[in-house]
């Protein structure tokens, strides 16, 4: 099947893009790599000696970043459907968050250890159905919050993308229940025409 213009035009932007270009240059195995060092630099999230838990990991820049941040002292599970390539430092769950058995395996591996930092780059498999990708996005920046609500330590941070569209409003509202403090975010490697924010909470509210 020939490729369409739309999926030649991002291929096109994709090799194009000075984010991509410079993740070769550095290692990074995503563009991705730079909107948290981006936030990182900000609001210094990353410190040594952390437990950081990261949700939708794949291809790994998150990751990347994180382990090299902390050291060799903190502690990184990661978690995604897709596999993960190896990455020194970082302990990989694959399987589908929204599944129990899953979510049990990932709290099995913290061994009761307070976590102080929780990323989420999930995303769902877009449909292309606006309403429908937008409810599934929020859904998971939701069950993303629960988790870190329940496993965060009480000055520890979560970091979630979300998607402007239905629903944002009230998930930041709701963020604001939960979180001291709540920030949005928009790193210069988010791409201006996507809809995507990184909602920042820092500090659990009892």
């Given at each position: 099947?020939?490729?369409?213009?739309?999926?030649?035009?991002?291929?096109?932007?994709?090799?194009?893009?000075?984010?991509?270009?410079?993740?070769?240059?550095?290692?990074?195995?995503?563009?991705?790599a730079y909107k948290l060092l981006e936030i990182d630099a900000k609001?210094?999230?990353?410190?040594?000696?952390?437990?950081?838990?990261?949700?939708?990991?794949?291809?790994?820049?998150?990751?990347?970043?994180?382990?090299?941040?902390?050291?060799?002292?903190?502690?990184?599970?990661?978690?995604?459907?897709?596999?993960?390539?190896?990455?020194?430092?970082?302990?990989?769950?694959?399987?589908?968050?929204?599944?129990?058995?899953?979510?049990?395996?990932?709290?099995?591996?913290?061994?009761?250890?307070?976590?102080?930092l929780v990323i989420s780059d999930m995303a769902p498999n877009f449909?292309g159905v606006g309403a429908v990708d937008q409810d599934r996005c929020?859904?998971?920046?939701?069950?993303?919050?629960?988790?870190?609500?329940?496993?965060?330590?009480?000055?520890?941070?979560?970091?979630?993308?979300?998607?402007?569209?239905?629903?944002?409003?009230?998930?930041?509202?709701?963020?604001?229940?939960?979180?001291?403090?709540?920030?949005?975010?928009?790193?210069?490697?988010?791409?201006?025409?996507?809809?995507?924010?990184?909602?920042?909470?820092?500090?659990?509210?009892?």
């Amino acid at each position: 099947m020939k490729p369409s213009k739309t999926s030649k035009q991002w291929m096109r932007e994709h090799i194009n893009d000075p984010f991509v270009q410079q993740a070769q240059k550095d290692g990074y195995r995503s563009r991705a790599a730079y909107k948290l060092l981006e936030i990182d630099a900000k609001d210094h999230l990353l410190k040594p000696g952390l437990v950081v838990v990261d949700l939708g990991a794949t291809p790994g820049g998150w990751c990347q970043v994180v382990a090299n941040k902390l050291g060799e002292n903190g502690k990184i599970i990661a978690l995604d459907l897709l596999p993960l390539d190896p990455l020194r430092g970082v302990e990989f769950i694959q399987g589908d968050f929204r599944d129990e058995e899953i979510l049990k395996k990932l709290e099995n591996s913290l061994q009761g250890k307070p976590v102080g930092l929780v990323i989420s780059d999930m995303a769902p498999n877009f449909s292309g159905v606006g309403a429908v990708d937008q409810d599934r996005c929020i859904y998971l920046a939701e069950l993303a919050m629960e988790f870190a609500f329940e496993h965060l330590n009480p000055d520890g941070a979560f970091l979630v993308k979300v998607f402007q569209g239905s629903g944002f409003e009230e998930y930041m509202k709701l963020m604001r229940t939960r979180f001291t403090k709540v920030v949005a975010r928009k790193p210069k490697a988010s791409r201006d025409r996507s809809s995507e924010v990184y909602l920042l909470g820092i500090g659990k509210l009892e």
